[in-house]
């Protein structure tokens, strides 16, 4: 079985997907940018507030379905220059205590000229 989460504390979907879904004992959330929920816009230009404002997206979705960054197995960062990579690295060590696996990528551009993109999975089993 498969769930759509969806919340107003991240930014809604710009495409034809969905915040995150729930499906069998995990849950996908989906690319998050450094959008604010309320502007619908990146507010922010320096990378640690861009990376703060999606770990904060990710948090509201978390919290939606149920979960915290403690549910969290898989990691994904994408950043526009690497060399951010340690700003960004001191900013998720702030909302995760569990060492989930990551895996961190530099890449050409992202949508709405962000500086991060992160997706995540997290587990949640039916047993909850």
Do not use: C, W
């Amino acid at each position: 079985m498969k769930q759509i989460i969806s919340t107003t504390h991240a930014p809604q979907a710009i495409g034809h997907y969905s915040q995150a879904i729930h499906a069998g004992d995990y849950v996908f959330i989906s690319g998050q940018l450094p959008i604010n929920p309320l502007s619908g816009k990146i507010d922010e230009t320096e990378i640690s507030k861009q990376a703060k404002q999606v770990f904060s997206n990710i948090s509201g979705i978390l919290k939606a379905a149920g979960l915290t960054f403690d549910d969290v197995v898989k990691v994904t960062l994408l950043l526009t220059d690497i060399n951010d990579f340690s700003q960004v690295n001191e900013v998720y060590n702030s909302y995760f205590t569990f060492k989930a696996a990551r895996v961190t990528f530099q890449v050409a551009a992202l949508p709405m000229n962000a500086k991060i993109e992160t997706e995540v999975i997290a587990y949640k089993p039916s047993t909850r």
